[in-house]
């Protein structure tokens, strides 16, 4: 079977299993305890030291879930290639320090048969975020499966109607990559990066690359919560200058829920 390989481990997490499964514990343990039946999450993607405390929030809420999800559709942006519409890989799994990732064939397939889909296993190979949500998730859920796209230049709407294709019941839970601003100041940041909560709890898909740079899987993201009448809860805020960084250049960094 072809497999995709961890590409950042070592850099954006450890690459040791045994010390990538004591952070994210650690990270989690560090988390208010949740109980919220959320039917999709937004989380960051920086490096752990960073993001990681703010991408625990919903991470946290999902152990709850292990026996029912089976699915996670996980969107992320295009950082290493340009890339007009969303790409999916041909791979079978994709691989981390804590094991394989099956991939749903069957919901890859689907995805493909929308507007603006493509395979690009070259989109996928050296992509970060995507890769750093997949220790948390084999860590909080059991059996499930993956359905992983690179989201590039495409409209909302064809990032709704692939949403809608492999929107599912219970078993799928759906989850979009995205940070905040970047390399603001600490106090431009939070006023930024207030803003743009505020637009996403209301649901508007009018949101900018440097808002967040998971824009278009994120506005797409908000489109199907509006016209399924689900509501967006914010459960941390906060930017590099809070963990791991000065407070000159920052990223921000948000955790949100949608049910």
């Not at 993607?45 to 996670?72: C, F, K, N, W």
Request: proline share 5%.
């Amino acid at each position: 079977m072809k497999t995709r390989q961890a590409a950042v481990a070592g850099l954006f997490y450890p690459a040791e299993t045994a010390t990538l499964e004591r952070t994210v514990a650690k990270l989690l343990a560090a988390a208010p305890a949740a109980d919220d039946d959320a039917k999709a999450i937004i989380a960051p993607h920086a490096g752990y030291q960073y993001s990681g405390p703010t991408a625990a929030h919903v991470y946290r809420m999902l152990e709850g879930r292990q026996e029912h999800i089976r699915r996670v559709v996980l969107l992320g942006p295009a950082h290493r290639v340009y890339l007009q519409g969303m790409a999916l890989p041909s791979a079978g799994a994709f691989t981390t320090p804590l094991g394989d990732v099956p991939i749903d064939a069957d919901g890859v397939e689907q995805a493909l048969a929308m507007p603006g889909t493509q395979v690009s296993d070259e989109a996928h190979a050296a992509e970060h975020s995507l890769e750093v949500h997949l220790p948390f998730l084999q860590t909080v859920l059991d059996d499930f499966k993956l359905v992983p796209i690179v989201v590039g230049v495409c409209t909302a709407h064809h990032v709704e109607a692939v949403l809608e294709t492999l929107w599912g019941g219970d078993e799928t839970v759906i989850i979009v990559s995205s940070d905040l601003s970047h390399f603001h100041s600490y106090s431009e940041a939070r006023d930024i990066d207030a803003n743009t909560t505020a637009r996403i709890e209301a649901r508007e898909p009018t949101l900018h690359g440097e808002e967040a740079c998971g824009a278009y899987a994120l506005n797409g993201l908000l489109l199907a919560a509006k016209a399924r009448g689900l509501h967006v809860r914010t459960l941390d805020l906060r930017n590099s200058g809070d963990t791991a960084g000065d407070k000159n250049r920052v990223v921000g960094y948000g955790a949100y829920v949608l049910a």
